[in-house]
């Protein structure tokens, strides 16, 4: 399959609008699938609700330099939605909040924001744990983004860097020609500053989500793979690798239809449903917070634009921990993505 060149949204297409998607998503009885709610209702939780907010995970714009057939977010250098200083200083006041341990900032490519090193070295003046979702190629897409690894490292940022494969072949098919050979470049400019490296206390974390309409192998399995492969032919290390299920919502979701795979593997994540990955959801520990400030359960719930509800605070600007502790987390059929097999989170697998 060709790799597209701009983003949904550019080319107008159907999908491109939430509305859309949640259509699509909600007509479970045609594919004869029961609802999520009902799923998890069959488990004794007739509602998610949280347990914490312990990670804000920050999404500071949708502006990438890729344009990956399987991005979520429908990110690409044609989106233009950036998150102002205005609104990451309203973050940062709710950051304040010392039950909140961990910002996790994500994009598109979150380096390209103008803001974004303003707003790590504010986040470390907080005394949080910075986490950044590298796509590893904006290290070498600009002379501007080259020192970003000691940036990182003086900042004491936690990398964690998408690689969905540890070949060109699977890595270019699912990015972009001449992705993998950067984002090798990237990892070995990342070891050489101390990242991945024993004893130093830098962390570097890397991503694989499969290429098609499956789930992902064992993570065990695939972290084992990757040192040695990465290692023996790259001579690069890193610490923890991270299987992620790609959930059925913007880009993804328009490959599922257009390859005619959206029934089957709709199917194939509601029979994988875990019972035990049910408690593990990201969402009942984190909220997600959009370019413009507002607030939403997890990162794929602002991509369908299903803001928190249930007298909770819609925006940053008004946060509240009590009362988004007291919310109950809105779900649609997208959340099966995340229960199925040894269930799925920002952070890899929920379960053992």
């Known amino acids: 399959m060709a790799l597209a060149t701009q983003s949904l949204k550019k080319t107008k297409h159907w999908l491109s609008t939430p509305e859309e998607q949640i ?8 594919i004869g699938i029961p609802s999520f709610g009902d799923k998890i209702a069959e488990v004794g939780m007739k509602i998610l609700k949280p347990v914490s907010v ?21 990110a690409g250098p ?14 940062l006041e709710a950051l304040k909040n010392p039950d909140i341990k961990v910002v996790d900032l994500t994009g598109g490519a979150p380096e390209m924001n103008p803001e974004f ?26 002379p501007k983004y080259n020192d970003l690894p000691e940036f990182f490292k003086k900042h004491r940022v936690n990398v964690v860097s998408s690689l969905p494969s540890f070949t060109a072949r699977r890595t270019d098919a ?8 950067k984002s090798i470049k990237a990892l070995q400019m990342l070891n050489a500053v101390g990242y991945g490296k024993e004893g130093t206390g830098l962390k570097l974390d890397l991503v694989y989500n499969p290429s098609g309409a499956y789930l992902p192998d064992d993570q065990v399995v695939l972290q084992q793979e990757y040192e040695r492969k990465l290692k023996d032919s790259y001579d690069i290390v890193f610490n ?16 599922l239809i257009r390859s005619e795979n959206y029934e089957d593997y709709m199917n194939e994540l509601t029979n994988a449903f875990n019972p035990m990955a049910v408690a593990g959801v990201m969402c009942r520990s984190m909220v997600s917070v959009g370019w413009d400030g507002y607030l939403y359960d997890c990162d794929f719930n602002q991509m369908l634009e299903l803001k928190l509800t249930d007298g909770a605070p819609n925006h940053v600007s008004d946060f509240d921990y009590e009362k988004v502790m007291n919310r109950e987390i809105i779900i649609n059929q997208h959340c099966f993505g995340c229960t199925a097999g040894a269930g799925s989170s920002c952070g890899g697998t929920t379960t053992n």
């Not at 707003?119 to 796509?135: A, D, M, T, W, Y």
């Not at 923890?240 to 490959?255: C, E, G, K, Q």
């Open 117 to 142: 090193r303003w707003f790590v070295e504010e986040l470390s003046k907080l005394g949080k744990q910075v986490l950044v979702r590298c796509n590893l190629t904006i290290i070498l897409a600009n």
């Open 240 to 255: 923890d690798l991270f299987a992620i299920t790609n959930l059925p919502v913007s880009r993804f979701l328009d490959y």
């Open 174 to 181: 699912q990015r972009g020609d001449g992705v993998f050979e």
């Open 78 to 91: 044609d989106r233009k939605e950036i998150m102002t200083r205005a609104t990451m200083q309203q973050c």
């Open 23 to 30: 259509k699509v998503l909600s007509d479970h009885a045609s």
């Open 54 to 74: 312990e990670v804000f995970q920050i999404n500071v714009g949708k502006m990438c330099n890729q344009v990956c057939k399987h991005c979520h977010v429908d």
